[in-house]
C-alpha cells in the first residue's frame, strides 16, 4: 500500500513538472516577445507587444487569446518543424541521414546572457526527441533601441549527413483585428517602389531568387501594422529585415484563428543544405523594431540601432566626393581624370572617386561588354598606374578611391580564358548574360583568394587609397559550380554558398583594412542589407539620381537604413536645376557626379556654399533623428527634418512634388517635431541661389513648443520648389 501511495505521489510530481510551464519573455524597454512551453514541451509564442510592467502577467496570455484549443501549438510555434503535428508552413524541414523527414522539437533549457547594460542574448535549445537534431534559438535584445535580432543554429549527431531543405531565422506570431504589410517592388533605377496590401487569409511572399543582386526586385525590408494603417506617429507597426545578401523568403501566413504567422529566412528554393554531424548551420539575422507610436519612432530606432551596432563606422565621419561615372563613363585618359581632381578641389568635396574604366589590357574595359576581372590598369588610359593617379589627386588636394567589381567577370576577358572553372555556368548549356557578364564561383576558397587579392593588391600598392566602391551587376543564371561539383558537394549549396563565401572575402578585407570606407553599390541598390552593412560604410541607393524620384525612394529606404549609409550623388541625370538636385542629395551622404568646369559661375557658386552648409549640417543629419514631418506619398510636398541629439540645431528640406497651381496655393505651415519645447530657436534659408532673396522672417524667435504646435511655412511654390531651412537655438 505504502509502495503505492509513493509511486502515486512520484506520478503527481512528474506531472507537476510536465505541467509547469516554462516561460521565456524576451524584452526590450518598450516591446516583449514571450514564449511559453505547453503540456508537450513545444515551445510557442504567446505574446508579441508592448511589455508588462509585471513579468507575471504574461502567464495569463494563454487564456486571453484562446490557445487552448486542438491547433494550440500548431500556428503559434517559435520554430515549427513538418512531417509531425504541423500542417501549417515550416520554418524548419529536415531530411535525416535515414531518409525520414519527420522532425519534431521541444524545449530542453535556455540562457539568459547579459552582454552589456543595453544588450542581452538569449538562447533556446530545442530539441528532436526521436532524431539526433538539435536548433538553437538565439534572440539579440538592443534594450535602447527597441530593436531585436533573432537567428538560429541548426546541429545534428546522426550517422551521415543530413539535409536542411528549410531552415528559417524567424518564426513568429501576432495577434491583431488587420495587419497591413508595406512592401516593395523595384527594378533598375526604380529601387524601393511601395505597396500596401491588407493581408488576406493565406500566405503572402516577399522573396528573390536572383542570387546576387538579390533585391533587385524586392528587397527583404518591410513593415507591418497591426489593426490599422500605422502612420509616421500613431499606430502599432513592426519594421523587419533580413540580414542576407542572397535569396530570401519572408511569409506572411494569415491562419484560422485571423493571427498572423512570421516566417523569413534564406530562401529554400533550390537550396538544400547538406550538415554533417557536428557541423553548425547558423542562419542569418532577422531583425525587427516594434512601436505603437507609429512609423517614425519605428524608424529612429533602427536608425539608432544600425549606427551604434551594425553598419560600420555607424557612429564615425563620411567623405564628400565627386564620382566620374557620369562625368566620362569609359571615356577618360590620364590628363582628363587629372584635371577632373581639379573640379573637385574647387567644389570643395574630400575625395575623386574613379569609377569603372581604368584596367583590362587584352581586352580593354572600353564598354561593359569586356574586361571584367582582369585588374590590372589599362596601361593606355593610364600609363602611370593608379599610384601616379593617387598623388596627383594628393597634389590637387583631395583623397583618392577607386571603383571595383570583384565578383565579376566578362567572358571577354583572360581570366574568363584562363579559369572557366571559377565561373557560375553551366557546362552543358549556353551562357546566359546580365550586362555582358557573369559571377565568380564565391563558393570555391580559390576564388575568395582571386577577390580578396583584389583589394588587397589595391591597397598594398597604393596604401593612401581612400575610398573603395564595390559593384555588382548581374544576377546568377545557370546557377552551377564546379567547385561543388569538384568537392561531391550538392549543387544547392551554391545559392547559400555564394553568399557565405562573400562574407568570408568581407571578413578577410576587414580583418586587415578594418575602417577605409567602402560604398556597397549594385548596378544601383540591388543589394542592401545589414549583413553586407557590417562591413560597409554606406551604399549606393540607385543609379536614378533624379531628384524627385529621389525623394520618394530615400524616403522609403530611410525607414530601415540612416540617411548617414545612403550616397546621393549630384549628377546630370535630370535637368532639374542645381539647387533641386543639391538640397535633396544633403539629406544623406552627399557627393557630385559632373563636370564640374562645366558649371556656370553662379552654379559653382551655389555649390560651393552648400558644401559649406552641409559640413556644418552634417553631424545633424547624419547622427541626428530624423522626422517625416509631411509624406510625398500623399501630399504635392515633402518634408523632411532632421534635429541633433542635443536639440539645438535642427535642418528642414521642404520640396514642391507636384506642381498645380491651385494645389500649391494651398499648402500650409508644417509643424515641427523633436525640438525641446522650452528651447528658444532661429530660422535661417540656406542653400539660396546666388542673387535668390529668403522670404523667411531670420529676425523672429520661435519657442521649440510654437514651431512644433503651430509650425512654420516654408513658403514652397512654383518659384521656390526647394527650401532648406536651418534651425538654431539662440542662447
Ligand atoms: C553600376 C553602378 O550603379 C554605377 O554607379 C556605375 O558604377 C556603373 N555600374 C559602372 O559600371
Redesign the pocket.
Known amino acids: 500500500m505504502r509502495k503505492i501511495l509513493l509511486l502515486l505521489l512520484l506520478f503527481h510530481a512528474l506531472f507537476q513538472l510536465r505541467a509547469q510551464r516554462i516561460n521565456i519573455p524576451i524584452e526590450t524597454n518598450q516591446n516583449a516577445l514571450v514564449l511559453q512551453t505547453d503540456k508537450d514541451n513545444r515551445l510557442g509564442i504567446i505574446y508579441f507587444g508592448k511589455k508588462l510592467s509585471q513579468t507575471a502577467e504574461y502567464l495569463n496570455i494563454g487564456k486571453a487569446y484562446k490557445y487552448n484549443d486542438e491547433n494550440a501549438g500548431i500556428y503559434n510555434g517559435v520554430y515549427t518543424p513538418s512531417g509531425t503535428f504541423n500542417l501549417a508552413e515550416p520554418a524548419f524541414e529536415i531530411l535525416h541521414a535515414d531518409g525520414n523527414t519527420s522532425s519534431d522539437l521541444k524545449y530542453i533549457n535556455h540562457q539568459v546572457v547579459k552582454i552589456d547594460e543595453n544588450i542581452n542574448q538569449i538562447s533556446i535549445l530545442l530539441k528532436d526527441p526521436i532524431y539526433p537534431v538539435e536548433v538553437t534559438l538565439y534572440f539579440k535584445t538592443y534594450a535602447k533601441q527597441n530593436v531585436m535580432e533573432q537567428w538560429s543554429v541548426i546541429k545534428h549527431q546522426e550517422k551521415g549527413t543530413v539535409t536542411l531543405k528549410k531552415y528559417a531565422s524567424a518564426n513568429l506570431y501576432f495577434v491583431a483585428k488587420d495587419y497591413y504589410l508595406h512592401h516593395y517592388h523595384g527594378g533598375w533605377a526604380k529601387e524601393m517602389k511601395p505597396e500596401d496590401t491588407k493581408l488576406t487569409a493565406g500566405i503572402k511572399t516577399l522573396d528573390s531568387k536572383l542570387g546576387t543582386r538579390a533585391n533587385l526586385f524586392q528587397p527583404p525590408t518591410f513593415m507591418l501594422s497591426f489593426d490599422r494603417q500605422a502612420t509616421e506617429d500613431d499606430g502599432k507597426v513592426l519594421l523587419g529585415t533580413l540580414a542576407w545578401s542572397g535569396n530570401f523568403k519572408i511569409d506572411f501566413e494569415k491562419d484560422s484563428y485571423q493571427n498572423l504567422r512570421l516566417i523569413a529566412g534564406i530562401n529554400p528554393h533550390a537550396s538544400e543544405y547538406a550538415l554533417a554531424a557536428n557541423e553548425e548551420f547558423k542562419t542569418p539575422s532577422f531583425i525587427q523594431t516594434y512601436s505603437e507610436n507609429g512609423k517614425g519612432e519605428a524608424s529612429r530606432n533602427m536608425h539608432d540601432w544600425a549606427r551604434k551596432y551594425r553598419l560600420l563606422d555607424g557612429e564615425g565621419s563620411r567623405l564628400t566626393l565627386l ?1 566620374n ?2 562625368a566620362t563613363y569609359f571615356n577618360f585618359d590620364e590628363t582628363k581624370l587629372t584635371s577632373l581632381f581639379k573640379g573637385a578641389k574647387d567644389l570643395g568635396v574630400d575625395m575623386f572617386l574613379l ?3 581604368w584596367f583590362a589590357n587584352k581586352y580593354p574595359r572600353n564598354s ?1 561588354a569586356a574586361g571584367l576581372g582582369d585588374w590590372q590598369e589599362n596601361k593606355k588610359k593610364l600609363p602611370n598606374g593608379i599610384g601616379y593617379l593617387v598623388k596627383e589627386a594628393t597634389k590637387a588636394g583631395v583623397k583618392f578611391g577607386i ?1 571595383i ?1 570583384p565578383e565579376m567577370v566578362n567572358p571577354k576577358s583572360e581570366l574568363y580564358e584562363k579559369h572557366l572553372d571559377w565561373v557560375i555556368r553551366e557546362p552543358n548549356r549556353p551562357e546566359i548574360y546580365f ?1 555582358n557578364q557573369l559571377p565568380l564561383d564565391l563558393s570555391n576558397p580559390e576564388v575568395q583568394n582571386f577577390v580578396f587579392g583584389v583589394l588587397d593588391d589595391l591597397f598594398t600598392k597604393n596604401p593612401e587609397l581612400a575610398f573603395i ?1 564595390w ?1 555588382c ?1 548581374a544576377v546568377v543564371y545557370n546557377a552551377h559550380s564546379m567547385y561543388l561539383e569538384r568537392m561531391k558537394k550538392p549543387q544547392t549549396q551554391l545559392y547559400v554558398d555564394y553568399v557565405k563565401g562573400l562574407y568570408k572575402i568581407l571578413e578577410r578585407i576587414r580583418a586587415k583594412y578594418p575602417k577605409v570606407p567602402m560604398m556597397l ?4 541598390g540591388g543589394r542592401v542589407d545589414y549583413e553586407a552593412l557590417k562591413y560597409f560604410t554606406e551604399f ?1 541607393v ?2 536614378n539620381t533624379d531628384p524627385l524620384e529621389r525623394i520618394f525612394m530615400q524616403w522609403e529606404y530611410s525607414y530601415y537604413y540612416p540617411v548617414i549609409a545612403q550616397c546621393n550623388h549630384i549628377t546630370d541625370w535630370s535637368k532639374v536645376g542645381i539647387k533641386f538636385r543639391t538640397d535633396v542629395a544633403m539629406m544623406g551622404k552627399m557627393g557630385y ?1 559632373i563636370v564640374v568646369s562645366k558649371l556656370d559661375e553662379k552654379e559653382l557658386e551655389f555649390s560651393q556654399n552648400a558644401l559649406k552648409n552641409y559640413a556644418n549640417l552634417k553631424e545633424t543629419i547624419w547622427h541626428g533623428d530624423m522626422y517625416r514631418l509631411v509624406n510625398p506619398f500623399e501630399n504635392q510636398m515633402a518634408s523632411v527634418q532632421f534635429v541633433n541629439k542635443n536639440k539645438d540645431q535642427s535642418v528642414v528640406f521642404n520640396y514642391l512634388t507636384e506642381n498645380r497651381y491651385d494645389l500649391v496655393s494651398l499648402l500650409k505651415g508644417i509643424k515641427l517635431s523633436g525640438l525641446d519645447t522650452k528651447k528658444k530657436y532661429k530660422i535661417k534659408e540656406i542653400n539660396l541661389y546666388p542673387n535668390s532673396k529668403s522670404t523667411i522672417n531670420t529676425e523672429q524667435i520661435y519657442s521649440g513648443e510654437y514651431l512644433m504646435t503651430i509650425g512654420i511655412n516654408p513658403d514652397i511654390s512654383s518659384r521656390r520648389t526647394s527650401v532648406v531651412l536651418e534651425i538654431n537655438e539662440v542662447k
Open positions: 564620382n561615372w557620369e569609377d569603372d574604366g561593359d571603383w567589381e550586362r566602391k559593384d551587376n553599390c549594385s548596378g544601383g549606393w540607385s543609379d557626379d
